[in-house]
């Protein structure tokens, strides 16, 4: 659908908010749910909606300019201002808010925005929630203007790292652990959770997990084609560089584009779309690789 941005503001160093808005009312949406944004330059990002469900009229995401952009951030930072025009995908939710007895919730940068809309309904739910959130310096924090209206609950670590060790030493059934931020917190933190009940951590991650290493060969049915994927070489770029086309976005693992399916072999799962305990029967070829020496994939 097409939407227009009614106000672009700055959040933090490096951070904008536009809200965007349409003819008619927004689709709903639950806490943690992603839209893609198709920008004008063809290119298509996946931000968090961090507005109010309750608002169909408008919805808000925010963006971090990336130091490496790939053209997403950038551009946005750049040519999206006030009046202008955008193509979005209707809301999808990998990231949850399940119902538990107890929340953490614990976000590094802009890992905020997929959080904030889930302690506002933790809060109005009435269940305890405590939110662990740090930065690069308190500058580069976004909406922590909002969180100052629940005092204590919030628990701000600028220019340092959370104390994943301490705040998740103990485990406490009931409690459902949300985390979201750079790979190195979201590492922490699963190691943290290792001994806590299964199903008690749910994860976004800013970037895709780091590929195995090693080279491997696929076959492709469709095309009859077969391609050698060089280690650190993702199987869709191997793909495109042989001219074979594919479906595909993100290019991180996160949409779910790019899905396809496993006719033989077993790949290595290294996205955030499935389960990593999820059957071998499809993979994300953007990131996933191979557990054994060759693929067969329905392409």
């Known amino acids: 659908m097409n939407v227009t941005i009614t106000a672009r503001t700055t959040v933090a160093t ?31 990002r996946q931000y968090s909606l961090c507005g109010d469900p309750a608002d169909r009229s408008t919805w808000r995401i925010a963006v971090l300019l990336e130091e490496s952009s790939r053209g997403g951030s950038a551009w946005i930072h750049a040519q999206a201002f006030e009046g202008d025009a955008l193509t979005v995908s209707a809301p999808r939710n990998l990231f949850e808010l399940e119902p538990a007895e107890r929340y953490v919730f614990i976000a590094g940068g802009v ?33 922590t203007d909002e969180l100052e209206r629940y005092g204590d609950h919030v628990r701000l670590v600028p220019g340092g790292r959370v104390p994943v060790d301490e705040v998740l030493a103990t485990p406490a059934p009931g409690t459902a652990v949300y ?40 076959h492709l049915t469709q095309s009859g084609v077969d391609i050698r994927v060089e280690e650190g070489v993702s199987v869709l770029d191997a793909l495109l560089e042989a001219g074979v086309e594919a479906d595909y976005s993100c290019t991180q693992g996160f949409c779910g584009t790019c899905e396809t399916r496993v006719l033989e072999g077993v790949p290595e799962h290294l996205d955030d779309y499935l389960d990593h305990s999820a059957p071998t029967d499809t993979m994300m070829i953007c990131v996933s690789r191979s557990r054994c020496a060759r693929l067969v994939l329905d392409l």
């Open 111 to 143: 890992g905020i925005t997929p959080i904030l809309p889930m302690i506002a309904e933790a809060e109005r739910s009435g269940i305890p929630w405590t939110l662990w959130y740090s930065g690069k310096s308190g500058k580069s924090m976004a909406f």
């Open 179 to 218: 985390c979201c931020g750079p790979e190195s917190m979201v590492e922490a933190v699963e190691n943290a959770c290792r001994t806590w009940e299964p199903g008690t951590l749910h994860v976004e991650r800013f970037t895709a997990a780091t590929p195995q290493d090693g080279s491997f060969d696929v």
């Open 14 to 44: 490096g951070v904008v908010a536009l809200s965007l808005k349409s003819g008619d009312d927004l689709p709903p949406w639950r806490p943690g749910a992603h839209v893609d944004v198709t920008l004008p330059n063809g290119l298509t």
